[in-house]
């Protein structure tokens, strides 16, 4: 799985370096054997976002934005990674980026698929486990377009060594969202809409999907 995504990462034409960030050994003896370059980080690391900036500061070479492409997005799109990386650039005001794609009605109540609700500028206002906006019938609205939140986010590297030095806030402990903490300290955040389905490995049931979805489309 995360030899896929690497693979994928690869294909982005705005990354000048990929690696795999991780504090298992068996991980990266595994990825060395794919042919990736590997940084060690602790095990303190809360999510990963703290993960990204232990591993920046590994690096010999500066970089003015780096990219979080979380393991388990085996069949993310490149043109996504270009697409939250190119909007970073072009808003100076954000410190962090990030994709969402339609909600399907089947995952809205499922706390493993996160939601977002977006201003009328492309900025984020808030993620959430449960379903957002929530009308007061308590159930979805077919018409209404809910937001789905995609396992890709990227920051400036300004940004990403202040982040570990935040305190945890309410919001962000509450639903265990890392994105939370940035919203919560008044920092803003591009969110880009794409037309891609969430592809991620959260439970032993996305796996068996994964596998018939590459099957139909005869994905090696």
Not at 108 to 132: E, M, Q, W
């Amino acid at each position: 799985m995360i030899q896929r995504t690497w693979e994928r990462a690869k294909m982005a034409t705005t990354l000048d370096q990929v690696v795999v960030a991780t504090d298992d050994e068996k991980i990266a003896e595994c990825c060395r054997g794919f042919g990736a370059d590997v940084i060690m980080t602790s095990e303190s690391c809360r999510n990963g976002t703290e993960r990204c900036n232990e591993a920046l500061q590994k690096l010999e070479k500066k970089y003015d934005v780096v990219v979080n492409i979380q393991g388990d997005e085996p069949l993310i799109e490149p043109e996504v990674i270009d697409g939250i990386v190119k909007a970073l650039q072009a808003a100076p005001d954000a410190v962090f980026s990030t994709a969402v794609t339609s909600l399907k009605p089947e995952d809205a109540f499922d706390p493993n698929r996160v939601k977002c609700v977006v201003d009328t500028h492309g900025y984020a206002v808030y993620f959430s486990r449960g379903l957002i906006p929530y009308n007061k019938s308590g159930k979805v609205n077919p018409h209404f377009p809910y937001l789905l939140h995609l396992g890709i986010q990227s920051y400036d590297t300004k940004f990403l060594k202040i982040y570990p030095e935040l305190p945890p806030t309410p919001l962000q402990l509450e639903e265990d969202l890392e994105q939370l903490k940035v919203l919560e300290n008044g920092y803003k955040m591009k969110v880009i809409k794409v037309d891609h389905e969430a592809h991620g490995v959260d439970t032993p049931e996305d796996v068996e999907k994964i596998e018939g979805f590459m099957c139909e489309r005869n994905l090696s």
